[in-house]
């Protein structure tokens, strides 16, 4: 196939599978709000895999009949819907999406009063059952990240520096998984923290979660 | 004939070009998301990776497939499946687009563009990585 060919062909595919309507263009909310959504539905969707065939817990979506992200990230408010996590009958832990959990360092200070830099977002969660609101950095038993874009040396940063704000470097300690993630994290209190993206960059930045426990995953859509 | 650096930079334009025509809403992220290097027949690569990327993320095909394995794994407590997927705006994008949230289930299927593209990039590879009988 030569140049003029594939021209063709993608003038071709534009034309036939992009063009809307312009009333139906209005009506759409920005393409921006929902921005790397629908990766994050898919990762839920490899974990909630993951949470029955490798760590035997049942799932059940309590709150509604529809599962809902955030465009953005808040406390857990439990009137919306969320999976429970449950062995032998009982909700050991539950699943939340977009939240927002209150940092080591906040621990510490003791202060009365939250500012910005007292909770970091985690685009999806596992935490203790029961929790209403921020949730503590020793309730948090997974942490999420996912990131649909290109991913460059900024984020390892980012996510350094969430293990940072969740636990204490450690020795290894078990954790809340048999397997998955991983049965042990060199962290007090022991959370696991994965990062799954589109971008087979990710693997190049992955060294420093070996040493401080950060998963890295390399998973396109 | 494989194509050449000339080619390639004639093509990138291109497909930015239709991306304007066609998605101008989408252009700009597209092509922030975009990265640059200094080789034109991995740019126009890179560059159709990354529209790949954006749209499968936006097909409504790939949302039934990620609610089908969603709902393969967990389910309400009348054994019911799960019945969709949105993202809820905040009181602020609520107050601007008159929605309370987003049904991720309307989007349009862009299963048939996506996989006209992917071949697209075969193509392409296989004019920049000609291959004889005996290699």
């Given amino acids: ?221 | 004939m494989p194509l050449s650096r000339e080619d390639a930079i004639e093509l990138t334009r291109f497909v930015e070009q239709l991306l304007r025509q066609y998605d101008a809403g989408s252009y700009e992220l597209i092509m922030r998301s975009t990265q640059r290097v200094d080789e034109p027949g991995r740019n126009l690569l890179i560059l159709l990776g990354t529209l790949m990327r954006f749209y499968k993320e936006r097909s409504g095909g790939e949302h039934a497939r990620i609610l089908d394995t969603i709902n393969h794994y967990v389910r309400l407590p009348d054994e019911r499946p799960i019945q969709g997927l949105s993202v809820e705006l905040s009181p602020a994008e609520q107050e601007i687009y008159n929605v309370e949230e987003v049904d991720l289930a309307v989007l349009p299927d862009r299963t048939q563009f996506l996989d006209e593209i992917h071949r697209i990039i075969e193509d392409i590879e296989r004019q920049m990585n000609p291959r004889g009988p005996n290699e």
């Fill in chain 1, 1 to 221: 196939m030569n140049k003029a060919q594939i021209r063709k062909q993608l003038a071709s595919a534009f034309k036939k599978h992009l063009s809307v309507e312009r009333e139906t263009v209005a009506r759409l909310v920005p393409a921006s709000v929902t921005e790397g959504k629908l990766y994050e539905a898919y990762v839920l969707s490899r974990i909630v895999a993951k949470l029955v065939d490798d760590e035997g817990f049942s799932l059940v979506l309590v709150g509604g009949p529809k599962l809902k992200l955030k465009s953005s990230p808040g406390p857990i408010n439990r009137s919306y819907p969320h999976i429970e996590l449950h062995r032998y009958g009982n909700c050991v832990a539950e699943l939340w999406t977009d939240v927002k959990f209150l940092t080591l360092s906040y621990s510490r200070l003791m202060s009365p009063s939250l500012t910005r830099g007292s909770y970091h977002e985690l685009d999806i969660v596992v935490v203790d059952a029961g929790i209403t609101g921020r949730p503590p950095h020793s309730a948090v038993w997974l942490g999420i990240e996912c990131k649909n874009t290109s991913y460059q040396k900024g984020l390892l940063k980012e996510i350094l520096g969430v293990r940072r704000e969740l636990s204490l470097f450690t020795g290894p300690i078990k954790t809340k998984f048999s397997t998955w993630p991983r049965p042990y994290a060199p962290a007090d209190p022991p959370s696991c923290l994965v990062v799954f993206a589109t971008d087979a960059a990710v693997l190049e930045y992955s060294e420093p979660g070996e040493v401080f426990g950060i998963d890295f995953f390399h998973e396109a859509m």
